[in-house]
């Protein structure tokens, strides 16, 4: 079975209606039959997005509410959650000394469990697709209608 890691760009554009929203329920209509996986770090950052996101009062603390409680359902009843593993942290480290592919610590970490995994990385972050592709990752980057 062909099986696809959700960034959480991915993730939270599939909850809180934005300018990637239709993108992203596009890609997931059209892998129905995928697995999909997550880590714990896409629920962390998750979180922290819905947070930012009413405390910029692009959400309602109501729609904060609502998409977390879509997100615990969907993870309950679709998502795959792939526990982070030592070796895990050790490879986004190396990952961040590439400087022919400069990666933030937590996109590092996304990378090094998709190539533990073997499986695709979705994603609406051009730079993390990037140096996904660089390191050899097969990448679905999700690009925002215009």
């Not at 760009?9 to 697995?35: K, M, N």
């Not at 526990?83 to 190396?94: C, K, L, N, P, T």
Request: aromatic content about 6%; hydrophobic content about 45%.
């Amino acid at each position: 079975m062909n099986r696809t890691y959700l960034d959480t760009s991915l993730v939270v554009a599939s909850l809180v209606h934005e300018p990637g929203t239709s993108a992203a329920h596009r890609l997931l209509r059209q892998e129905a039959a995928t697995a999909w996986l997550i880590s714990s770090w896409v629920e962390t950052e998750l979180a922290s997005a819905l947070a930012m996101q009413g405390r910029r009062q692009a959400i309602s603390r109501a729609e904060r509410d609502a998409a977390w409680k879509r997100f615990e359902e969907l993870r309950e009843a679709r998502l795959q959650v792939v526990s982070m593993e030592i070796a895990d942290f050790a490879v986004a480290a190396r990952l961040c000394l590439d400087e022919a592919a400069p990666l933030r610590a937590g996109d590092a970490l996304h990378i090094a469990l998709c190539l533990r995994q073997r499986c695709r990385l979705a994603s609406f972050d051009q730079a993390l697709c990037r140096a996904g592709t660089h390191h050899g990752l097969r990448v679905e980057w999700l690009q925002i209608e215009r």
